[in-house]
């Protein structure tokens, strides 16, 4: 036991990597960084008792990373006057990194680093036992890790209660070993040969979730309704493999039945299942358009593509875009895209703006570039993001000076 404490105390003096099971409230380690590609250096120890920072570990390759980038531009626009540095790490290439940086340009505007070895890596997300990206670690003033989770959750938030003086560590630790008990019972909720394992569990996230009024803010823990969707989820995958692996509509039918009787009310099973059965439809023909690309068999295939009964417009919206821009396709099919991005657009009545760039951008490459350019001022009217204003703003130019010619 004595060298095991002299041990750590050395890693501690020595900044070396934390033994994974850090905490809320542990000192943050030191940033190792083998190149900085935009901004920096930044040395957190020279920021106590002044800077706050958030440290985000990304990846050019992760599309959810991708989407959070914006976010945090806006946010280290809205915090930098009040000190507040936000640094994106990721562990690859500086080159590949500062290719897309510099791709980027203003819409990536914080500090970006290549980490050394994953060594920063390591002493982050590996120590609190993370693994999936994007994730942001919030360090205060007094150099301790008093967040993390998901740039998109609450990071503003916790930026600003910080810098009003109002974070509550101890709450805020207590949250994250709640959702550690939340994680644990989703593991074995479900499993009945588990029951007793998991409704023990259950009472402890309860009076936890009702001692923090809510170990997620603005929701309760709902023990029976867990272990329901947990069912659920196993049966979704379950009929997501039957329909991938060829098997017949009645016999993928009959793994949902038991999901019918979760009654859970605000699951839609027949949007689930019509959804599959479109991706599924539509894998077949991207394996065809981006293979031999025979005629006959696109025509056949694209006909099974149908968006009727496929309430998810982003889904819808991705299909097309797909079709419009992947660059294996070798025959394009633009009514297909025109077909997919207008189900999409109906389905957020014809206001969201992504959905209006995709639409204009089927009809331009459909040779309606009057029509386009008419979706496309619509794209740009609905859109309250001045960089995606700024950038649909811009296509509609290219859209008028094409009609010029």
Request: with cysteine; charged share 30%; net charge neutral.
């Amino acid at each position: 036991m004595l060298m095991k404490k002299v041990a750590v105390s050395l890693a501690l003096l020595l900044g070396a990597v934390p033994l994974i099971g850090a905490t809320l409230g542990d000192p943050a380690a030191p940033l190792q960084i083998a190149e900085w590609i935009k901004g920096g250096p930044v040395n957190l120890a020279e920021g106590k008792d002044k800077t706050v920072y958030v440290v985000e570990f990304w990846a050019t390759w992760c599309p959810p990373c991708r989407t959070s980038i914006p976010h945090l531009t806006e946010l280290q626009k809205k915090f930098r006057d009040k000190g507040v540095v936000f640094i994106g790490i990721s562990d690859e290439k500086p080159e590949v990194i500062r290719t897309f940086v510099q791709k980027m340009g203003d819409k990536m505007d914080y500090v970006v680093a290549a980490d050394k070895d994953r060594k920063t890596f390591t002493a982050y997300m590996r120590a609190f036992g993370i693994n999936g990206i994007p994730h942001a670690f919030v360090v205060d003033k007094q150099g301790r890790i008093a967040w993390h989770g998901h740039p998109m959750a609450e990071l503003e938030q916790t930026i600003q209660a910080i810098l009003d003086g109002k974070h509550d560590i101890n709450a805020a630790r207590k949250r994250a070993e709640g959702q550690q008990l939340i994680e644990q019972f989703y593991e074995i909720a479900g499993d009945d040969s588990k029951k007793a394992e998991a409704d023990k569990l259950a009472k402890q996230i309860e009076q936890l979730d009702k001692e923090l009024d809510g170990i997620v803010p603005g929701e309760k823990f709902d023990a029976e309704k867990a272990t329901k969707l947990v069912k659920l989820d196993r049966i979704m995958g379950e009929y997501r493999q039957a329909v991938f692996t060829g098997k017949t509509e009645e016999e993928a039918d009959s793994i949902l039945k038991p999901a019918k009787e979760l009654a859970l009310p605000d699951i839609d099973l027949d949007d689930f299942k019509n959804s599959v059965r479109l991706q599924y439809a539509f894998s077949q023909y991207m394996s065809e358009a981006t293979g031999k690309a025979e005629d006959a068999k696109l025509t056949d295939l694209a006909a099974k593509i149908d968006p009727a009964g496929c309430k998810q417009g982003m889904l819808l919206n991705e299909l097309a875009w797909v079709l419009l821009t992947d660059s294996r396709v070798k025959k394009r099919n633009f009514p297909l895209a025109v077909k997919l991005a207008k189900a999409a657009l109906d389905l957020s009545d014809g206001k969201n703006p992504a959905f209006l760039d995709t639409y204009a951008r089927a009809l331009a490459d459909s040779g309606k570039i009057d029509e386009a350019i008419a979706q496309q001022k619509k794209a740009v009217e609905a859109a309250s993001d001045k960089e995606m204003k700024a950038e649909l703003e811009q296509t509609l130019q290219a859209y008028i000076k094409k009609a010029a010619k």
